[in-house]
């Protein structure tokens, strides 16, 4: 077969391949199976391959339809000649030239001479005329096609022939402004290029094909279902067709009817429909359209019979119940998004006025809070009652227009709005509350402090006298004067009572207020009268070594005077110690036992003493909740210990009266001593429970630091052109951002809860304290830089897919204006140049310019952006090598600066890179911590691919320039050769004025 054929082949062959992908649920189109398509072929098709035997004989179904429907269309032609010419076998039928000629006589309206022979030489002259009449006088372009060829009856080129001569004179009058072209939606234009000549040849048939496409689709829309993409496969259900009729009359087609019936009765009635009602002859046949390949031409042809019925478009027969439809849905959408964010802020705000989250809050906090309700009050409550207000008017106009769709309940929002005001106006009243009630505390809170400060200078006046080593605690013998240090424990005793008031008045203004958050001078009033009660402890302590250097005198004096002096013993200087360290002396063998008693005890309570002052903190939380647990038995082993110090106060009075006194300082040691291990031991208490809360809160923030850390560096960037997965990340940074925040307070207040401990006994918190506290800046200020690089890449992800849209955006341009050149270049190939046409043409290439400087200047623009573009795409990752380091990052004993540049060696992992640093080492860094060094090769494929459309269009403009420069100056010949003698003489043909007189034909 002679494949050089003038009807678009790259669009032949390209229908070729698109029948032989579904060639095997082909119908057969006239013929039943392969043996009877088999028979109408030589012998040299056995010789192929199946599958080519396959495209072969789709191509032969679809020239065989092709040549049912030029045959049908022809002869609705020729009808109209008064020879009642009819052709059977359109190849055989045009091969002499006459039924070609007569055809030709019809359109044209004009007598063309004819050879009256009936020999294949009268046959060629009569064709070669055909063919001459179609390029000189109406300028249709026939490449490849001889006269010879149509004479022979070549089924190729004779159907090529008749489709160009149907695209001029079938398809001349579909016009579509430009502005329908650019409105419409995207249809691909292809351009047949004749690289060997160095020119194109415009091709008509897709020209007309997107015009007849886009007034196909207007005229179907508003039909559900009905979605036109091309000519083949859209019309299958006859629906289509039947939509055009329905639009054009409703009162012949039943729609809904369309819709339950099948393909071959919708597309019968269509056909018939036409042909009664409109005189449209049925070219094709149900059969034909209702198969998996139908033939574009066939169906294209029939279509444009259609057209010339109505061409515009005319108003939708169902126009009103689809403005009221649309209506309703659009009043409907503006509802659910309505409701949705108002409930969706109303549920957040229900959860933020939550009365139990006022406990949590500390007065500073509590005011802030207070500040953030009169903002919701003033600002946000007032912007989503307009919210409310709106969706009100919005169902009301819903009901007026009888809407039967299921809407959020207008009454439930209603109650869900007054239940946010009830709750805002409770969480109103409860603050202001709990704030006046942290305002009465204060004249309390000035009482304890006027209380502790007649403490304070009572504790400095007996500080004072230790230090100068007043005369007033000795007496003349050296020996340290009883009633001084009597006065003294009295003294001591009575600022440990007010103290002890001051705690628990203290403890009760926390219970006033906020449980878990007291007022902080209520705190600063608690640590005031901690240190106070560590001052007079040591106090206690340095007062009972004075009284024990006093007894070893006694002792020594006695052992010197011999037992006759013991008698004078007892006297009172002798009877003032509170802590003895060696064991009583007594002098009665009777009461040696309860003395060994009293002594047991002392040394109970000094044991246990020890054990409490070597008391160490665990450098861990485990090792802390076991230091808990040991205290609590060892507090509790102290409390039962009271029974046994009041039997040694009973035991008092079974004692001789010459041992009394000196039983009665045993005892006093032993009740100083006790009460002293209970200080102790309540202060040890509570300083483990700091340390607990210490560590149970930094291990808390480590872990979450981890955490979020962990997250960070696992985040998945595979597809950063995901609008959803990047509006994710950007909440969940705003989140990350919040929480960090937050954590960073609580790192400030951390070091708060050890301020009760006592560094100098517990000397080793501090470097465990600075320790955790270092972890955590060190975790916190990693989690910030990883956040930074978070940021970094959400802009990076925003502008590689901002540089992406606005390529589209131009391709689109750049499609829409190849689209108006193609219709101007079909009004140059068709028009027979009047001015009008020419003005016109003119316009919409004036407007063409305009639109490709804009595109040239974005273009610009975006060649300047591709520098800056990022190479995200993660298939292109393993074509990077280098990349820059955005922040400092220490993990692992691994310190990498940012600003450092690296070398990828392995990126298979996509959150742990290998890279190569300067330093000739090998380490796997998270990614996320890495930027990909600029450009991204994909931008510029992408603006190359922009760079070829634009020279493509600068030479189509030229060749649309070259043609009117060529049209232009043709129609000046022709007038000047329709001049006469006289004209000529008239003219001076030197003149410039020859020229006026061609533009104007005067």
Not at 301 to 313: A, E, G, T, V
Not at 403 to 412: A, E, G, M, R, V
Not at 448 to 477: A, C, G, R, W
């Given at each position: 077969m002679n494949e050089n054929v003038n009807y678009n082949p790259l669009h032949a062959e390209q229908e070729d391949l698109d029948d032989f992908e579904n060639v095997n649920n082909n119908n057969n189109n006239g013929y039943e199976n392969d043996d009877d398509w088999l028979v109408t072929k030589d012998i040299g098709v056995f010789s192929l391959d199946p599958a080519d035997r396959k495209v072969l004989k789709v191509a032969d179904q679809r020239d065989a339809v092709q040549k049912k429907t030029f045959t049908k269309w022809l002869n609705g032609h020729l009808s109209k000649t008064e020879g009642n010419v009819e052709i059977t076998d359109l190849f055989n039928d045009l091969r002499d030239g006459h039924n070609l000629m007569t055809l030709l006589e019809i359109f044209t309206s004009r007598q063309i001479p004819r050879e009256r022979g009936s020999s294949k030489f009268h046959a060629l002259q009569n064709v070669e005329m055909c063919l001459s009449c179609l390029e000189k006088q109406h300028n249709i372009r026939l490449v490849n096609i001889r006269p010879e060829e149509i004479v022979d009856g070549n089924p190729k080129l004779t159907l090529g022939l008749i489709w160009r001569i149907i695209l001029h004179f079938q398809f001349s009058d579909i016009q579509l402004n430009p502005s329908d072209l650019i409105d419409s939606p995207t249809i691909k234009t292809k351009i047949a290029t004749v690289r060997g000549e160095k020119s194109k040849i415009y091709n008509d048939d897709l020209s007309y094909r997107n015009m007849l496409l886009i007034w196909a689709r207007k005229q179907c829309e508003h039909y559900p279902g009905i979605k036109i993409d091309d000519f083949s496969k859209s019309w299958r259900d006859g629906r289509a067709f039947l939509a055009i009729l329905h639009r054009k009359n409703p009162q012949l087609v039943?729609?809904?009817?369309?819709?339950?019936?099948?393909?071959?009765?919708?597309?019968?009635?269509?056909?018939?429909?036409?042909?009664?009602?409109?005189?449209?002859?049925?070219?094709?046949?149900?059969?034909?359209?209702?198969?998996?390949?139908?033939?574009?031409?066939?169906?294209?042809?029939?279509?444009?019979?259609?057209?010339?019925?109505?061409?515009?478009?005319?108003?939708?027969?169902?126009?009103?119940?689809?403005?009221?439809?649309?209506?309703?849905?659009?009043?409907?959408?503006?509802?659910?998004?309505?409701?949705?964010?108002?409930?969706?802020?109303?549920?957040?705000?229900?959860?933020?006025?939550?009365?139990?989250?006022?406990?949590?809050?500390?007065?500073?906090?509590?005011?802030?809070?207070?500040?953030?309700?009169?903002?919701?009050?003033?600002?946000?409550?007032?912007?989503?009652?307009?919210?409310?207000?709106?969706?009100?008017?919005?169902?009301?106009?819903?009901?007026?227009?009888?809407?039967?769709?299921?809407?959020?309940?207008?009454?439930?929002?209603?109650?869900?709005?007054?239940?946010?005001?009830?709750?805002?106006?409770?969480?109103?009243?409860?603050?202001?509350?709990?704030?006046?009630?942290?305002?009465?505390?204060?004249?309390?809170?000035?009482?304890?402090?006027?209380?502790?400060?007649?403490?304070?200078?009572?504790?400095?006046?007996?500080?004072?006298?230790?230090?100068?080593?007043?005369?007033?605690?000795?007496?003349?013998?050296?020996?340290?004067?009883?009633?001084?240090?009597?006065?003294?424990?009295?003294?001591l005793t009575d600022i440990q009572e007010r103290t002890d008031n001051a705690l628990n008045n203290c403890r009760s203004l926390c219970t006033l207020t906020q449980p878990n958050n007291p007022h902080p001078d209520v705190i600063q009033l608690i640590d005031r009268i901690e240190f106070l009660n560590r001052r007079v402890n040591d106090l206690n302590i340095h007062l009972g070594h004075l009284n024990s250097d006093n007894i070893r005198h006694t002792t020594k004096q006695q052992r010197l005077s011999g037992p006759s002096q013991s008698n004078k013993l007892s006297s009172p200087i002798t009877t003032t110690t509170r802590i003895v360290d060696p064991p009583i002396v007594v002098q009665n063998k009777n009461n040696v036992d309860l003395v060994e008693y009293l002594n047991s005890c002392l040394n109970w309570v000094k044991q246990k003493q020890n054990t409490t002052d070597r008391f160490d903190l665990g450098s861990d939380l485990p090792s802390t909740i076991t230091d808990i647990e040991q205290c609590e038995k060892l507090s509790n082993a102290i409390d039962d210990f009271e029974t046994k110090i009041q039997q040694c106060k009973q035991n008092k009075h079974s004692i001789s009266i010459s041992e009394q006194n000196m039983y009665d300082r045993g005892l006093y040691e032993l009740q100083a001593a006790y009460a002293h291990l209970n200080s102790s031991i309540k202060r040890l208490n509570q300083t483990l429970a700091d340390w607990h809360r210490f560590m149970s809160y930094s291990n808390d923030l480590l872990k979450w630091i981890s955490n979020a850390e962990s997250n960070e560096i696992d985040r998945e960037w595979t597809d950063i052109t995901d609008r959803t997965l990047i509006n994710q990340y950007m909440q969940q940074k705003k989140n990350l951002e919040i929480s960090l925040e937050d954590r960073l307070k609580d790192c400030e207040r951390l070091e708060y809860f050890t301020h009760s401990i006592n560094r100098e006994k517990h000397i080793e918190i501090e470097s465990i304290v600075q320790e955790y506290m270092n972890k955590i800046r060190v975790g916190l200020d990693r989690l910030k830089s990883l956040l930074f690089c978070f940021n970094i890449h959400l802009k990076n992800a925003e502008e590689y897919n901002q540089f992406f849209d606005q390529v589209d955006t131009i391709r689109y341009e750049i499609n829409n204006v190849n689209e108006i050149l193609c219709t101007c270049m079909n009004q140059i190939n068709n028009d027979e140049h009047h001015p009008y046409s020419i003005d016109l043409i003119q316009r919409c290439i004036d407007d063409v310019m305009i639109k490709k400087a804009s595109i040239e200047q974005q273009y610009e623009h975006l060649h300047h952006l591709c520098q800056m573009i990022k190479p995200l795409d993660i298939h292109q990752r393993k074509n990077i090598k280098n990349a820059i380091v955005l922040c400092s990052y220490n993990f692992e004993q691994i310190t990498i600066m940012k600003g450092e540049t690296v070398n990828i060696d392995d990126c298979s992992n996509s959150n742990w890179w290998l890279v190569h640093r300067r330093n000739d080492a090998n380490n796997r860094i998270p990614s996320v911590i890495l930027e990909l060094i600029p450009p991204s090769p994909e931008a510029y494929l992408k603006l190359d691919t922009i760079r070829k459309e634009l020279e493509e269009l600068n030479q189509f403009l030229f060749d649309i320039n070259v043609c009117l420069i060529k049209d232009d100056l043709q129609l000046k010949i022709n007038r000047l050769l329709e001049w006469d003698i006289n004209k000529v003489s008239y003219v001076d043909i030197s003149s410039n004025l020859i020229l006026l007189y061609l533009d104007n034909d005067i």
């Open positions: 039943n729609m809904e009817q369309a819709y339950r019936s099948s393909n071959h009765t919708n597309l019968q009635i269509a056909f018939d429909t036409a042909q009664q009602h409109y005189g449209i002859a049925k070219l094709i046949d149900p059969e034909d359209v209702d198969n998996d390949n139908p033939d574009e031409k066939s169906i294209f042809l029939y279509i444009s019979h259609l057209y010339k019925i109505c061409p515009s478009i005319p108003e939708h027969p169902f126009q009103q119940n689809y403005d009221q439809i649309s209506l309703e849905s659009q009043l409907s959408y503006e509802y659910t998004c309505l409701a949705s964010d108002l409930l969706k802020w109303i549920k957040l705000k229900l959860r933020m006025f939550n009365s139990e989250v006022l406990n949590q809050k500390t007065l500073h906090e509590l005011k802030a809070f207070q500040n953030a309700l009169q903002l919701i009050r003033q600002d946000e409550m007032i912007k989503y009652n307009r919210l409310l207000q709106r969706m009100v008017a919005i169902d009301f106009e819903l009901q007026n227009l009888h809407l039967n769709k299921p809407q959020p309940d207008i009454n439930s929002i209603n109650l869900t709005w007054k239940k946010l005001e009830d709750s805002m106006e409770y969480i109103e009243n409860e603050l202001t509350t709990i704030l006046n009630r942290y305002d009465r505390l204060k004249p309390e809170i000035e009482r304890v402090h006027f209380v502790l400060n007649q403490v304070e200078q009572e504790i400095t006046k007996i500080e004072q006298m230790f230090e100068s080593n007043s005369p007033l605690f000795y007496n003349v013998d050296g020996t340290v004067s009883r009633l001084t240090t009597g006065q003294l424990i009295t003294s």
